[in-house]
């Protein structure tokens, strides 16, 4: 395999490829990034243009960044300036050896000065300078993002390092800091990076609430204290998505909101899972059990404004809420006196196209609590029940039409001569539940339902 086989650079013969292409190369992955650094970028990226009948865009005209995008609207070139008059000058003022690795695309050679072909091979991550650090501290977070993907160990130097600046960590904008923490939460070994944030003091930084959950203890649910049962979580959502079949991955690949797939959502998710447990923390006197009442609800309110300082579009936030809002739900609808298929349903058509995440986080939540009072027995059947209702949920998926609106607003006001109020949010909300259920299905059945409603709660 030669790195030259790629269709776009098998077509170039100057320049330097450089970033993730190099290192994905030389890891055997397939790469997609195609970035070129090269003096005169733009003269260069003009001509590159007309080669491929392509659209040059301008992503930094101060530093002369370009993006060359070909016809097919999918391949694309980033052809930037080249930082010094070498390209040994620029690739030691980049962040990791692994990342400052180019390509000849005119002799076809390998340029390595730092060592990053050795750090490669042998799993380490290693920064160039501390110097890196000092002129942008969002590399620290990078350094974390990397360790997640790729499962390298830092080198000394790199700790010592991140430890010497890490007061510097909360320098970047929000939304640089947001683009991070993303990349490392859809890492494979994200849980493991989580824990060497913490160690570092670093996590704290980036998410205020860690100090909160670190105070709520062990109990007969739980064997590990709140922190370690969020990180454990995470934990469990990798292997769960490691170990799922095609249809469940494929979904969870999907990118739906904020430019990043549903999994990285999901563990950031499952990281903020039980924020609520810390404020609604009760331990009766007589059992000495400890209570959490209505802390999913909580959570999923007091993530807002920590998703909302880190620049979290609404999308994501929704997501997110809605998934510490309702963790503890499935494992609720299998624990139903009579689980039917109509509460099943009514499950689906509340989740709708969460479900499957949903359904994945609770697993990953029972699997992270082993108390004493937790034998394997219930952990086995809970796991059991949830795989089952997500089996059910692709055999009916197909089947679930978003519910017709019976009555509106309008027409409820005038069919019952009332005004717009509260006691018109609480009719519209018990005619959806009762859609949920099955129970109404025609306009006739709601106008019904909701002179009923009125008459039993006047």
């Not at 170039?12 to 030389?26: A, C, K, M, P, Q």
């Not at 000495?288 to 979290?312: A, T």
């Amino acid at each position: 395999m030669n790195i030259k086989d790629d269709f776009i650079l098998s077509q170039i013969n100057e320049g330097y490829l450089v970033g993730g292409s190099i290192r994905d190369f030389l890891c055997g992955k397939t790469f997609i990034d195609r970035d070129i650094a090269i003096c005169n970028a733009k003269k260069f990226a003009e001509k590159i243009t007309r080669q491929f009948d392509g659209t040059m865009v301008v992503l930094d005209e101060e530093n002369q960044i370009f993006r060359v995008v070909l016809k097919d609207k999918i391949n694309y070139l980033d052809i930037s300036e080249l930082v010094g008059s070498r390209i040994e000058e620029d690739l030691t003022r980049r962040d990791f050896t692994i990342n400052a690795i180019a390509y000849d695309l005119k002799s076809n050679q390998f340029i390595d000065v730092t060592g990053g072909i050795d750090d490669l091979k042998n799993g380490r991550l290693q920064h160039i300078a501390d110097s890196n650090f000092v002129d942008d501290p969002l590399r620290m977070l990078r350094a974390f993002r990397f360790l997640a993907v790729t499962g390298f160990e830092p080198t000394k130097n790199l700790i010592e390092a991140i430890n010497q600046y890490k007061h510097l960590v909360l320098n970047p904008s929000a939304e640089r800091i947001n683009y991070e923490i993303m990349k490392l939460f859809g890492g494979e070994h994200c849980s493991k990076t989580l824990l060497l944030m913490d160690e570092m003091e670093i996590l704290e930084k980036i998410f205020p609430f860690v100090n909160e959950l670190k105070q709520v203890t062990p109990n007969s649910h739980h064997h590990l204290d709140l922190f370690h049962h969020s990180v454990e979580t995470v934990k469990q959502l990798e292997l769960l998505y490691a170990q799922s079949d095609k249809c469940t991955k494929e979904h969870l690949n999907q990118i739906d909101f904020g430019g990043f797939s549903r999994i990285n959502h999901l563990k950031l998710s499952g990281f903020m899972h039980d924020i609520g447990k810390f404020s609604t923390w009760t331990i009766e006197e007589d059992t000495k059990r400890h209570r959490f009442i209505k802390h999913d609800e909580i959570g999923s309110k007091l993530c807002v404004e920590y998703l909302k300082d880190l620049k979290f579009s609404k999308k994501q936030i929704e997501y997110i809420s809605n998934m510490i809002k309702n963790h503890i739900y499935p494992s609720n609808v299998l624990a139903s006196p009579e689980l039917s298929e109509k509460i099943m349903m009514r499950y689906l058509r509340k989740m709708g196209e969460n479900v499957i995440d949903n359904i994945m986080l609770a697993q990953a939540d029972r699997l992270s609590a082993r108390g004493a009072v937790i034998t394997e027995k219930m952990v086995k059947d809970n796991i059991d029940g949830l795989n089952k209702l997500k089996n059910f949920y692709f055999e009916k998926k197909d089947l679930l039409k978003p519910l017709p609106k019976l009555l509106d607003g309008l027409e409820i006001m005038k069919l019952l001569n009332i005004k717009a109020s509260p006691e018109l949010g609480k009719i519209i909300n018990a005619l959806y539940e009762e859609q949920l259920c099955g129970n109404i299905n025609t306009k006739e059945e709601a106008i019904e339902f909701v002179k009923k409603y009125q008459l039993n709660n006047s």
